[in-house]
């Protein structure tokens, strides 16, 4: 007789306190694989403290032991596929009783901290004089997109904090472009909780992909920046100067940028998330109906066309003091102005009938400027040993002005002008808003609890004036005579004043280690003033208001709010169900009739959410939310708001709420030992009322009026997939998108259905050779197709793919050569008879001085073969358009710049 036998190792052991002999259910138990240092795999200890793991790949491992309060366990271990490792009980030591020892031990280079990854900085080489940025993109899981764009564990990392709080911005690109590599300990991943969520301890599913760069003890108490100034001589430039200091918890810096290039714009990009601006405002599902949103937040950005000149420069301070840090302070300011001009032009192609389209030609000018400034900043107080309270404040001012001339023209399917348009404008808008907040969160320990009371408080006052002077010609469809003409002098005079208040109350129990319940109530009120009169002119004065172009109103609204959620949470399982419920009385006044409407109405917002975790590095996501979507008031108000009379928008006072429903899928998996990355994701949404336009369309011009329809379902699909060779150097990457979404439309009384859908594949690769010599290439192909049931429409479909070439080397004298090239490829179609290719080619060269190498002699030129464009083009359903604008072309840049570190 004969028995098969199956031999497999084992490690196993029991992790308990060694000062109460009591067993540390839950510690994180990690394997490092020696061979690259990285993260093999870990798991939770179960309830007795114990662990029993199998099926090891042979090799040498260290054992890592973790658990809050007590010093990490290290042990070497040396696995064969038949080693039967019996640990016994391991004997944790608290931290404080290792204080009163001396315990040297060798740093590694990854390890897990409960949720938290953690890579050691100085396990990882850089060049000398690199930034963060350079050394993420060491880190394995980590990349670093060439826009600066980082991804971590196959997600958008959204926040970059330092030693755990912002410094100037949360956002990514800032802080990764200016702190010295050298100055890092740590770099740590994890998924950071919502505000609300962090105070209260009741997870409501909101989690922020959050990189925590820890300083060095050396750094806590030095100085750092960046000094760097570009020309080419034609009025083209790139000046940057950032100035931080660390001295211990006190942190504070000063930055400004000028810039009038193409190759990088922070205006928009990275400074319009200023740190501590985000506040967490108490949701009422009034909203837009009341009040239009302050503009203070982009009112200092460019939006016009062409290459503005633009300033940007801010302050940061932020302390922390006293016992536990009893007390908190940070404060920001930032400025941004902006002065640009330039052009654009459009066509676009419009499906009405089968006998009806419009080819409608648009050529504009603009010239621009504006500024805007932001301060903001926050004070937390812990009051005694159980309450805390926070105070956030944010305020803001700004104005922009623009000059826009403009020409338009409608020809109809005979291919003769039906109507044209040439008018002058002139528009100035002031802006002016604060915001603030108190929260006072009070532990209380006997019934497992947290209680959360919120205030908060909003002002916002914009005020624009719109001067234009119009010609209108109208033509016969036939002949093409002209038939009628219209000149036309307006001023509009538009004032928005809101002012808002709210309380909050929310509860949170913990029952025990799995259950969780959330209560809360809270009242807002809003009040608001929308003041929009339209003037004739004549002889330069404006005195002859137009009514019916004419609308003033108050408006009131009182919303009660009631809220409540439970959350089991284990290991494995977090499911939370819950919903919000918006019970509203709104007050219509309407100044110029006399009148008042009153009007209640019911809003809810419920929600489910469902995670399954399969290990630290493997997860399942299931969300769903609902949301009643109310008209604005826009929308309701019965009245003609233009002056323009070839496109006019009606309001519709019968419009009924609308329902959302949004419903998502994703699976995310990473494994750092085989640098393999896998992210998928389905969505999908079904909108029940939804608010759109009906058109009708005539040589006369375009009137719309808004109207519901039942929306059509939609479906989006994402696939991501990397996998790294860290010894080799080596990643690649690549997935698949797809979507399909459609709408109703109505044109000329006939209602009918649109589809887009878009199918596009990706795929990278990067070889890093030692921070000597690097390369990626990048390709991107899509497919989109558009589908119309209007009669005599064409269902069009397009084809489109991108490809991205870059690459740098070092040479020897601290030389280094970099280059990229991009290339745009837009195939001729049913719509688009033509091919558009684009190839634009850009290269560097530089010089590091001093030994640190943090002087930089740079010179680059960018377009190298003249021909970058600002054209673009789409096609929805049966219409089309393209559009092009200005771009600058080849241009060079000398640059020079310094980084220092120093110690205070």
Known sequence: MTTPALSQNILKGKVIDSSENKK????????????????????????DGGFSISKIPAGKYTLLISYPRMADFLQDLNI?????????????????????????????????????LEYTADSFAVKPGANVQALLKRLPGIEVSRTGAITAQGQEVKKLLVDGDEFFTDDPKFAAQYLRANAVDKVQVFDKKSDMATLTGFDDGKKTKTINIKMK???????????????????????????????????????????????????????????????DYIEDGV?????????????????????PSILNGGAHFSNKWGNNNKYELMGNYRLRTHTGDGWGNSTRFTKSTDTLSFLDKDSRSDKSEGFGHNLSGQVSVKLDTFTRMMVKMAGSKGRKEIDRNSATSSANFRNIVVNSSASEENEITDDQSLKSSVTILRDMPKIAGKLNVTFEQEYSDTR???????????????????????????????IENYEGYGGRASLTNRFNDKWFTQFEYGLKVRMSESRFNTMNGSNGKYDDRVDSLSNNFDFTSLTQIAGAGINYNTKKWLIGVGSKVFLTGLKQFNLDAGETKKRTFTNLAPYFRASYNFSLTTSLNINYSGATVQPSMEQLQPLRRTANQLVVQEGNPDLVPGFNNNLSLSFNKYNLKKELMLMVSVSGSLNTNVITNATTISEQGRVSRYVNVDGLPGVNAMVNL????????????????????????????????????????????????????????????????????????VNSNNFNHSHNFAGSVSLPWKLEIGTDLMGSFNPGNGSFASSVNVVTWNANIQKKFLQSEGLVLKASVNDILNKATGYQRSIDGANWSESNGFVLRRYFMVSLSWNFLGKL
Do not use: C
């Open 464 to 494: 624009s004036n719109n001067r234009a002077l119009t010609e209108n010609a109208f033509f016969d469809g036939v002949t093409g005579e002209q038939t009628r003409a219209q000149s036309l002098d307006r001023l509009q005079a538009s």
């Open 80 to 116: 064969s596929d038949t080693s039967n490792i019996d640990l016994g009980n391991i004997s944790m030591i608290t931290e404080a009783k290792l204080m009163q020892e001396v315990v040297v031990t060798a740093g590694r280079a990854i390890r897990m901290r409960g949720d938290t």
């Open 722 to 793: 990397s996998k790294g060779w860290r010894s080799k150097g080596i990643n690649i990457g690549g997935g698949f998108n797809y979507s399909n979404n459609g709408n109703y439309n109505i044109q000329n009384g006939e209602l009918f259905r649109m589809y887009n859908s878009n199918f596009g594949i990706n795929s990278n690769i990067r070889y890093d050779f030692k921070e000597i010599f690097n390369l990626s290439f990048n390709s991107n192909f899509g497919f989109s197709r558009g589908r119309s049931e209007l009669k005599g429409a």
């Open 217 to 279: 003890n050396s750094a806590k108490n030095g100085y750092f920046g960046k000094v760097s100034t570009g020309a080419n001589g034609d009025g083209n430039y790139e000046h940057e100067l950032m100035v931080g200091a660390f001295k211990g918890p006190l942190k504070a810096g000063v930055f400004g940028i000028a810039s009038k290039s193409m190759s990088r714009d922070f205006s928009s990009e990275v400074l319009s998330r200023a740190g501590g601006e985000s506040m």
């Open 287 to 307: 909203g837009m109906m009341v009040a239009n949103k302050s503009q203070s937040e982009s009112i200092g950005q460019y939006n016009g066309s062409g290459l």
């Open 24 to 47: 540390l259910h839950n510690s994180i138990v990690a394997l490092i694989d020696l061979s690259d240092t990285t993260l093999y795999r870990s798991w939770r200890a179960g309830a």
